[in-house]
Structure formats: C-alpha cells, structure tokens
C-alpha cells in the first residue's frame, strides 16, 4: 500500500510540475499593463534623457543568453520608430536597480511613455509584433494629447 502511495504522490508531483511549467512559459513574453505606473527618471538608469515618444527599457545580466538577441529586437525596433529610444541596463552590477524594478528574469523589457511612466513590461523576451502596437498605441496618445 505504501508503494502505491507512493507513486500516487510522484504522479501527482509531477502534474503540479508540468502544469507550473506551461504556466510559466505561457506568461513569458505577454505584455503586462496592470502595474504600478512610476514616473521613471533617467539619471537613476544613467542616462541623459528618455526617448520624445517612448523608450524601451531592457535589463539585462553579463550571463544571460537571451539578452544580446533581444538587445538587437529591441534597438532595431527602436531605429523604424521616430522618438523611440532604447537603454539596455545590465543589473548585473547594480542590484538596487534590479530591486526597485522587481527584475526576477532577464530579459525583462518596459516599455515607458513620453513622461517616463512605466506603461507595459515584458518578462523574457517581448513579441516583436506585440511591440510594435504598443508603440503604435503610445504614438497614437502622444499625437493626441
């Protein structure tokens, strides 16, 4: 009886497991909007300014395999939109960075308005096409306003 336990257990684990797993992979890359909108400064990223219509925010570490290709995504998209800037921080040497974002992954990507306020944030790495509209939709508030 303890062996059948046993194996009902395992199986059991194992289930959790693969479910976890394809929860986890099912987030990756999906805009998130419902978040804390901060107005983000560019002198706490090291940088001058931020981009007249949007900057993409990437962090990224030394080690991660994913963040160069990303890097390249993320810098191209930015060269096809006028007002778009792109700042790669690598957290790897700077964990308060990392903390004040809640960084768990890298990549991970926000996308900020004019203003420097947080609108979307990817964790790994950000649909291209997803990125594109939301461009296309802070362009559209901008041109708006």
């Not at 804390?36 to 007249?52: F, I, M």
């Not at 790897?92 to 944030?121: C, W, Y």
Request: aromatic letters at 4%; proline letters at 5%.
């Amino acid at each position: 009886m303890t062996f059948g336990n046993a194996l009902i257990g395992l199986a059991v684990l194992l289930a959790v497991t693969v479910a976890l797993g394809v929860f986890v992979q099912w987030r990756q890359g999906r805009p998130r909007r419902h978040i804390p909108h901060e107005v983000v400064q560019p002198t706490r990223l090291g940088a001058e300014s931020l981009g007249q219509t949007a900057t993409l925010l990437q962090f990224s570490t030394e080690l991660c395999s994913r963040c160069p290709g990303v890097h390249r995504t993320l810098a191209a998209v930015a060269d096809r939109h006028e007002g778009v800037q792109h700042l790669d921080i690598d957290v790897t040497h700077r964990p308060d960075i990392a903390k004040h974002f809640h960084i768990m992954q890298t990549p991970t990507t926000i996308v900020l308005d004019r203003e420097g306020v947080v609108q979307t944030r990817f964790g790994g790495v950000p649909n291209r096409d997803v990125l594109e509209l939301e461009l296309n939709r802070l362009s559209g508030e901008t041109a708006n306003v």
